[in-house]
């Protein structure tokens, strides 16, 4: 069974400060096939990094994200108050298959 | 831009059917280059991804669920569905539709969701 294991579970950090997110796969993911995710309650998740370093869309550019093999990182330079939030890791299996590790929450200290 | 919401009954009996439409405005599900997602999140685990249609009709579904599952082109041309047979309490969670953007071929990532909705499953 594949698995993502990201930690922290939990992230306590002030504005301005850099975010450090891990994501450790169980088994080798090509990086082309690793996403990130932004999720606030009650709305709807947002695409923010695919293919391990690619950011999406309107993605400011204090996210980046890096990693291969099986360990991915997802970084915020400095945080802004608007980016405490849960972070969802997700890989893409060719079966097709998709699967999500169970996220780190993003808190202001 | 393309959005997407989710519909259907909070509230399900076990051994029923759960029964979700997703609509898609400012788009159409005959575009080409993506797949139609159902995901779901049990309280306090991480998302499942349960299934993905693609406009032909084309389906395909996590093993674990594919038994119970039927995703399919809905009553309008921009909505699509979700059937998830013989419910249990294991089967309650928050329900989202999700659009899988397609690239040379291969379809990695969900671009658009919707905000989710909360299905209990309860006598």
């Known amino acids: 069974e594949f698995v993502l294991t990201q930690s922290p579970v939990t992230l306590s950090l002030s504005p301005g400060e850099r975010a450090t997110l891990s994501c450790r796969a169980s088994q080798t993911v090509s990086i082309n096939y690793i996403a990130w995710y932004q999720h606030k309650p009650g709305q709807a998740p947002r695409l923010l990094i695919y293919g391990a370093t690619f950011r999406a869309t309107g993605i400011p550019d204090r996210f980046s994200g890096s990693g291969s093999g099986t360990d991915f990182t997802l970084t915020i330079s400095r945080l802004e108050p608007e980016d405490f939030a849960v972070y969802y890791c997700?890989?893409?299996?060719?079966?097709?298959?998709?699967?999500f590790g169970r996220g780190t929450k993003l808190e202001i200290k | 831009q393309v959005q997407l919401q989710e519909s259907g009954p909070g509230l399900v009996k076990p051994s029923q059917t759960l029964s979700l439409t997703c609509t898609v405005s400012?788009?159409?599900?005959?575009?080409?280059?993506?797949?139609w997602s159902w995901v779901r999140q049990p309280a306090g685990k991480e998302m499942e991804w349960i299934g993905r249609?693609?406009?032909?009709?084309?389906?395909n579904y996590n093993p674990s669920l594919k038994s119970r599952v039927t995703i399919s082109v809905g009553t309008s041309k921009n909505q699509f569905s979700l059937k998830l047979s013989s419910v249990t309490a294991a089967d309650t969670a928050v329900y989202y539709c999700?659009?899988?953007?397609?690239?040379?071929?291969?379809?990695?990532?969900?671009?658009?969701w919707g905000q989710g909705t909360m299905v209990t499953v309860s006598s």
């Open positions: 999700a659009r899988v953007s397609c690239t040379a071929g291969s379809c990695r990532v969900f671009d658009i």
């Open positions: 997700q890989q893409y299996g060719t079966s097709p298959m998709y699967t």
């Open positions: 249609m693609y406009s032909t009709g084309s389906t």
């Open positions: 400012g788009g159409s599900i005959s575009s080409g280059n993506y797949y």
